[in-house]
């Protein structure tokens, strides 16, 4: 075989899309042989992906899995905690409590030729991120882990929390980690219009609250640009 060729089988670093969904299709595909199905919900490039991470598995326990494209991606993490909260939450027993049962860390990897995703406790990593990748557990173990955990009750499990646990920890969580220290809080809606001072942008927490926003009168106009008759009774009509 040729170098170029040799080159090309080689495997590059996975999208952290690709990595979740193969995660997902490894989690199906053990689930429908075992006979053991476990829900999951895919809250990734939702406006909700920031409060709830990436995937979140279970029924009667549950668990919240984030996922990062490779290990540098991975220490990005720690970059978005303000040192005081930071420390404020690996001391705070309860919510560690939850997170060692309930919120890992996955990242992608190369391993000569093939692909392949480490996971960890999302406290531990943010305790000591160098110690917790040695002793990462690999992706397809922690697929195992949580297939063979389905079933069980949460009292028996040595996964997961109660579903409304596990909410309320996330919540805090980000509040924690993305809006206290920051001083800008998030805008997950944008509205944008042609006007005629150029384009203008706007943007809320919600759509209640972004169409609940009084007009301009550049807003107003901007509404009217452009548009035919017919255009303005069906439109009108809609709203």
Same mark, same amino acid.
């Given at each position: 075989?040729?170098?170029?060729?040799?080159?090309?089988?080689?495997?590059?670093?996975?999208?952290?899309?690709?990595?979740?969904?193969?995660?997902?299709?490894?989690?199906?595909?053990?689930?429908?042989?075992? %006979?053991?199905?476990?829900?999951?919900? #895919?809250?990734?490039? =939702?406006? &909700? !992906?920031?409060?709830?991470?990436? *995937?979140?598995?279970?029924?009667?326990?549950?668990?919240?899995?984030?996922?990062?494209?490779?290990?540098?991606?991975?220490?990005?993490?720690?970059?978005?905690?303000?040192?005081?909260?930071?420390?404020?939450?690996?001391?705070?027993?309860?919510?560690?409590?939850?997170?060692?049962?309930?919120?890992?860390?996955?990242?992608?990897?190369?391993?000569?030729?093939?692909?392949?995703?480490?996971?960890?406790?999302?406290?531990?990593?943010?305790?000591?991120?160098?110690?917790?990748?040695?002793?990462?557990?690999? %992706?397809?173990?922690?697929?195992?882990? #949580?297939?063979?955990? =389905?079933? &069980? !009750?949460?009292?028996?499990?040595? *996964?997961?929390?109660?579903?409304?646990?596990?909410?309320?920890?996330?919540?805090?969580?980000?509040?924690?980690?993305?809006?206290?220290?920051?001083?800008?809080?998030?805008?997950?809606?944008?509205?944008?219009?042609?006007?005629?001072?150029?384009?203008?942008?706007?943007?809320?927490?919600?759509?209640?609250?972004?169409?609940?926003?009084?007009?301009?009168?550049?807003?107003?106009?901007?509404?009217?640009?452009?548009?035919?008759?017919?255009?303005?009774?069906?439109?009108?009509?809609?709203?």
């Amino acid at each position: 075989m040729s170098t170029s060729v040799q080159a090309a089988a080689r495997s590059g670093i996975a999208y952290e899309n690709q990595l979740l969904g193969a995660f997902i299709y490894a989690l199906g595909y053990e689930s429908g042989r075992t %006979g053991k199905p476990l829900p999951v919900n #895919l809250f990734q490039q =939702t406006p &909700l !992906d920031g409060t709830f991470g990436d *995937l979140i598995a279970g029924g009667d326990w549950c668990v919240a899995l984030e996922f990062k494209r490779s290990w540098p991606a991975a220490r990005s993490e720690r970059g978005k905690w303000p040192p005081a909260n930071l420390q404020r939450y690996l001391e705070d027993k309860q919510m560690q409590d939850i997170a060692k049962k309930a919120h890992f860390l996955c990242f992608g990897a190369k391993d000569q030729d093939e692909v392949t995703i480490g996971a960890m406790r999302y406290s531990a990593f943010l305790r000591d991120p160098e110690a917790s990748k040695g002793q990462a557990t690999r %992706g397809t173990a922690m697929v195992d882990l #949580l297939v063979n955990c =389905t079933g &069980l !009750d949460r009292q028996t499990s040595p *996964l997961g929390v109660a579903p409304k646990v596990l909410e309320s920890y996330l919540r805090r969580l980000s509040v924690m980690r993305k809006l206290m220290g920051s001083g800008e809080p998030p805008a997950q809606w944008l509205a944008v219009a042609s006007t005629a001072q150029g384009y203008r942008i706007r943007s809320a927490d919600s759509l209640e609250q972004l169409l609940d926003m009084p007009r301009t009168r550049s807003w107003e106009r901007s509404a009217e640009l452009g548009r035919t008759p017919e255009h303005k009774k069906s439109f009108d009509r809609e709203r």
